[in-house]
């Protein structure tokens, strides 16, 4: 259903006056069609009580995504990975993504999402035991319920200033590149996403505001986005514990050339900060005093450029993204004890696929890319690189089947061998 | 593994059909209408094509609120080839992955023609586009590009 903020109340009165309309069966494309044909007299009855009704509220709307997956890994006799990734093949729910939004009057909008996950459950203890999170089930004599938990991916009130700016306040997606904009797995080519974007090198979210628009001047658009959150951090939803504002922007370009192309450029600057809370103690000659703790601290910055080629059933991509980390005096991480240095997480990657409108619509794709890691205490040159071919299917626009192979080699890291990776998974929005 | 699974991309490549030609489309004009005295005369294409994206978009200082035909219609799937450079498959999976990058849904898609004509003449802001036979005088058809229905340049016409 349109959300244009105008046409709220038209929309919202037509949707209740015409309730046949919304009993008819689900149709592969999204949209509804609110009433029968042919019933001009209808019309007039609607249009005629929409004034009546016109209250600037429309529906919540409700939707989402999902998926589900079958993964097997193959590792090499004595690899490191075998005490990190599963040697067994396994089903699993992956995403299970819930969007509520509604129109609150003309040009606001509430939105947010939220992710239903099985954690704690498949979290694992230090000891490498599991997790079972479980508790007395009322409802079920008291067996044991496993338990699991939401995290909110998106929570903000936008307003549409006008055709040009748009703001969001709240929690929102870091807008740098394709992949974390595209965000939901039906919307996604392949299985997983790259490397570089799992591992964050832009905060996937951030809390704060969020201003962007566009301009379109013939087959050229000019977009912008605009960002000052609490930046990185561990409570960074709710709280920035070095209060310094974190600063991000991206440009992209869309251009007629080659089909229809997309050039980004995207920047983010900001400091983490760790810092355990303050606890109360005693001194020497046992006055009250308030003992601080050491806390890890570093300023960073993010620059990323992407390129989106669509041509017919075509479709090239590719992102270049880097990380500078660099911790502040005192504040510096360690591992195995000993400290990290600062240091730039650089990676890339292509993919290309191809979209026939036969087989399921199927795409076949093939992406390959590119990490190299930032320095750690003991580990230095480590790169990644990743090799991933697969089939993509659509057999109508919500559902989406895939099946890939992906091929993992780490340099400069004794015994990790090449990891291969089979993956099966349906994704489907709802 | 990877090596087989390249081996089978090479293969559906090589062998699946090229994409089937386009269905014969009914040799009518569309026509893009507006309330009769709404101020808009004319829009550009990339506007149109903007509006019925799901961007926001004003014209004659009212946003617009684009209303589609149904998505089985022949004069759908026209104007979303035509105006939006999209195949009936590739729209469907447009909005369903808009919708998922948390923009707005697709155009609320009226059921015929009739109820185009009712929804645009009572809303100022409210766009459609139907076949020019079936223009009331409630309505009033604007131009693309600056070009109106029988000229030269005019992107919907008659085959």
Known sequence: ?430 | MLRTFVLIVVATLVTAPTRSAVADEPAVTLVVVVAKDAKVTSLSRADLKRAFSGEATTAGGVRLVPFNLPPSSDERARFDRIILGMAPSAVGRYWVDRKIRGGSGAPRALPSATYVVKVVAKFPGAIGYLPASQVTSGVKVIAIDGDLPGQAGYPLGAR
């Open chain 1, 1 to 430: 259903m349109t959300v244009q903020p105008s046409g709220l109340a038209l929309l919202a009165a037509m949707s209740l006056l015409t309730p046949a309309a919304l009993a008819q069966p689900a149709s592969p494309d999204p949209e509804e069609v609110p009433a029968s044909p042919d019933e001009p007299d209808a019309t007039d009855a609607d249009l005629a009580v929409l004034d009546l009704a016109a209250t600037d509220e429309a529906h919540l709307q409700i939707f989402g995504f999902m998926d589900a997956s079958w993964t097997g890994y193959r590792l090499s006799a004595g690899s490191l990975w075998r005490g990190y990734l599963p040697t067994e093949t396994t089903f699993g729910i992956g995403n299970l993504n819930l969007y509520l939004t509604r129109s609150l009057a003309e040009r606001w909008r509430s939105f947010f999402e939220v992710r239903f996950t099985y954690a704690p459950a498949t979290a694992t203890r230090v000891d490498g035991s599991a997790n079972h999170a479980t508790a007395p089930d009322p409802a079920n004599a008291q067996r044991p319920l496993t338990w699991g938990g939401v995290s909110i991916e998106r929570a903000y009130l936008e307003y549409d200033a006008t055709d040009r700016l748009t703001v969001q306040a709240g929690a929102f997606l870091t807008p740098y590149g394709i992949w974390n904009v595209d965000h939901g797995s039906p919307a996604i080519v392949p299985i997983a996403p790259p490397w570089i974007i799992g591992e964050e090198l832009f905060p996937k979210q951030q809390t704060g505001l969020h201003l962007y628009g566009k301009r379109a001047v013939g087959g050229y658009t000019l977009a912008y986005h605009a960002t000052v959150s609490n930046g990185r951090g561990p409570f960074q939803a709710f709280r920035d514990l070095d209060g310094k504002p974190a600063l991000g922007a991206r440009l992209e370009l869309t251009a007629p050339w080659l089909g229809l192309t997309h050039l980004g450029v995207s920047g983010y600057r900001g400091r983490f900060t760790d810092r355990p809370a303050d606890s109360l103690g005693a001194d020497a000659m046992g006055n009250l005093i308030v003992v601080e703790r050491p806390g890890v601290s570093y300023d960073e910055w993010s620059a990323g450029a992407d390129v989106l080629i669509e041509r017919g059933p075509l479709r090239l991509q590719a992102e270049l993204l880097a990380n500078q980390r660099s911790y502040r005096d005192g504040e510096r991480a360690l591992q195995s004890g000993l400290a990290v240095p600062d240091g730039r997480f650089v990676g890339g990657y292509l993919l290309a696929g191809y979209r026939f409108d036969r087989f399921w619509q199927v795409m076949p794709f093939v992406s390959s890319e590119l990490a190299r890691l930032r320095p750690g205490a003991v580990s230095h040159d480590v790169a990644a690189y990743i090799e991933t071919a697969g089939l993509n299917f659509r057999p109508v626009p919500n559902v989406v089947l895939k099946v890939q192979a992906t091929a993992l080699t780490v340099k400069n890291v004794p015994l990790t061998g090449v990891v291969e990776q089979l993956s099966l998974q349906a994704a489907w929005a709802f």
